[in-house]
């Protein structure tokens, strides 16, 4: 907050009346819950239609619904800023199918026609402990993976790691890690996390957060061919769920550049995938150039996103209100795992789908599209009336939002496979080869959703705007 003011969260203005009918679909529901919690005008709602319905993917969780709903909620904002810009309405349609495809757009990936190389770690996934429960160990980060097999004094094989968590209890196995800060996660039932201090304080939050943490001028776009066009975005995260807000916000006609580091571990399927649509620089903030060098950016900046572990940007002089003093008006978007409030607040986290899989990382690119929705319904704010606004989603607030969808009848479908997405798929030139990746789910009249930047290498550009 700035001297003297307190958080604002403003209610939704008088009109905002858009009521769940619990005879609808899912995901019509779902986004009506979503549209409403970003403040949006109840006439734009009426511009969208959602086609296809339940199963497309198979679980009995409505992961098609999760899908359609927020990629429907991100591409409305979208339109509803080009209004805002244009004084023009389009009509905006997402088909079910076509989203739960681009939540697995990780999947589907192709470079020169081949899939990209194998980024799982050979140590990680399940295991059981000396107390019979289990725990899920995150290693694909070579820093994650070094640390747990220094912890559990072990190599790096599996039947070794077996070996040495038998001397281990869950829950003290998880909590060792996160005072390493690691990710080894205990297997929960659905009861066992409600009754945790952080399961609580996750049910007490709302989806997200858009809270105004600044004054500054109304700054009104002005009129524009896409949504985003002449927007800046400045997107400091990794692996998917934060990338997934950049990819979105580039797909509408934001100007995105990621910021990273050659000392910082990265996984080079995600990055081809994600990295669609934006610019990529390198800048190590642990050096003074570094963080002069990302100031000068900010300067320039309309949205900031960062999904580093909580605490770490602040450290180096990028916490919100400091972004919001050197850059009036800034939408800052923050990423974590467990929510900002409750014990777990501090702790690193993924989103993972065992051990009884999903068929999509729901949860990533669910927090992905609500990222860039917020931040889209936060321009419209500053659009009207001004000030510097702060967003927060996390994985543990999404999954919560997914919990509460409900679950599907015993309905089931195959899973689709690489041959069956064809109609999905688009080629571009790349910086890593040609590249087949899944198309924007979303159909908007007036502005089609495409990325106008091919994907790049990590460091490819310098720190600049175009």
Not at 127 to 149: E, F, I, M, Q
Not at 218 to 237: C, I, S
Request: proline share 7%; with cysteine.
């Amino acid at each position: 907050m700035w001297p003297g003011r307190s958080a604002v969260r403003p209610n939704p203005p008088p009109c905002q009346r858009i009521e769940l009918d619990m005879s609808e679909p899912i995901a019509r529901r779902a986004l009506a819950e979503i549209w409403r919690a970003g403040g949006q005008s109840e006439a734009a709602f009426e511009a969208i239609d959602l086609t296809g319905a339940e199963p497309v993917l198979p679980s009995s969780f409505p992961v098609g619904s999760a899908a359609q709903a927020t990629i429907a909620a991100a591409a409305l904002a979208a339109g509803e800023l080009w209004r805002l810009r244009t004084g023009r309405h389009q009509r905006i349609s997402v088909d079910m199918r076509s989203a739960a495809i681009e939540f697995r757009s990780e999947r589907y990936l192709r470079v020169d026609g081949k899939p990209p190389r194998e980024h799982h770690d050979e140590i990680a996934g399940l295991y059981r402990c000396g107390d019979g429960r289990w725990v899920r160990l995150h290693t694909n980060l070579p820093h994650h993976r070094d640390g747990a097999l220094a912890l559990l004094g072990c190599r790096h094989e599996r039947a070794a790691v077996e070996r040495a968590l038998d001397g281990w209890r869950a829950e003290a196995l998880e909590t060792a890690a996160a005072e390493a800060g690691l990710v080894v996660t205990a297997c929960r039932t659905f009861a066992e996390w409600d009754e945790l201090p952080q399961g609580r304080a996750v049910a007490g939050l709302p989806l997200f957060t858009v809270d105004q943490i600044g004054e500054a001028p109304a700054r009104a776009l002005p009129a524009a061919e896409r949504p985003l066009a002449g927007v800046k975005v400045l997107d400091l995260t990794r692996i998917i769920a934060g990338p997934v807000c950049g990819r979105t916000l580039a797909a509408h006609g934001a100007d995105v550049l990621l910021i990273t580091a050659s000392h910082l571990p990265s996984l080079e399927p995600l990055v081809i995938d994600t990295g669609r649509g934006k610019l990529s620089a390198s800048l190590d903030l642990r050096q003074a150039s570094g963080r002069e060098a990302l100031a000068a950016l900010l300067r320039d900046a309309d949205v900031f996103v960062q999904g580093y572990r909580p605490g770490a940007i602040a450290s180096f002089g990028f916490g919100p209100q400091d972004v919001a003093r050197i850059r009036p008006g800034i939408i800052y978007v923050s990423l974590c795992a467990y929510g900002h409030e409750g014990p777990w607040a501090g702790r690193r986290g993924f989103d993972s789908s065992e051990p009884r899989p999903l068929p999509a990382q729901v949860l990533d690119h669910a927090t992905g599209q609500l990222m860039a929705f917020a931040a889209m319904s936060a321009l419209a704010r500053r659009h009207a009336r001004g000030g510097s606004w702060h967003v927060r989603a996390s994985l543990a607030q999404t999954g919560h939002w997914f919990r509460r969808l409900g679950r599907l009848d015993g309905r089931t479908c195959r899973d689709p496979g690489f041959a069956e997405v064809g109609d999905r798929l688009e080629d571009a030139p790349s910086g890593f080869g040609q590249l087949t990746a899944v198309r924007h789910a979303a159909v908007m009249t007036e502005t089609p959703p495409h990325w106008a930047r091919q994907t790049v290498p990590l460091g490819t550009h310098s720190p600049a705007w175009p």
